[in-house]
């Protein structure tokens, strides 16, 4: 039904930005929402940023409010998360999701990607 691939990881330094994607392989990724969470060594699962089916709805965690931002183009089966001014504590995995309706509970997204690795450098 739908099948979550991401890209787009890499090793910045802080300060720096990266642009992460999420590709669909299934034919249903416009009927869901998105979220993005990462998990860093030793720590539980974070919620990021979710954005609806629409778009018109538009959620992010306190830590990254204003310095990331979601996108989704689902003409192309795609979601995005622009990262800008990143910062040590960023270093985590991340991981696209997808649900039934947009919110910030792991539980309640039933699809997963495998997850990319971004590493911020001071």
């Known amino acids: 039904q739908v099948q979550l691939v991401e890209s787009g990881g890499g090793q910045v330094q802080a300060g720096g930005s990266l642009r992460l994607s999420c590709a669909d392989s299934g034919r249903s990724f416009s009927s869901y929402a998105m979220g993005w969470f990462r998990q860093a060594p030793g720590k539980e699962r974070e919620f990021v940023a979710c954005?609806?089916?629409?778009?018109?709805?538009?959620d992010y965690a306190e830590s990254v409010k204003g310095r990331f931002t979601i996108a989704r183009d689902n003409a192309k089966n795609m979601g995005l998360l622009q990262m800008n001014s990143l910062k040590p504590e960023d270093t985590a995995v991340y991981y696209c999701?997808?649900?039934?309706?947009?919110?910030?509970?792991?539980?309640?997204?039933?699809?997963w990607g495998q997850g990319t690795q971004v590493t911020i450098s001071s």
């Open positions: 954005i609806s089916w629409s778009g018109g709805i538009i």
């Open positions: 999701a997808a649900s039934e309706n947009p919110g910030r509970l792991i539980n309640d997204y039933n699809y």
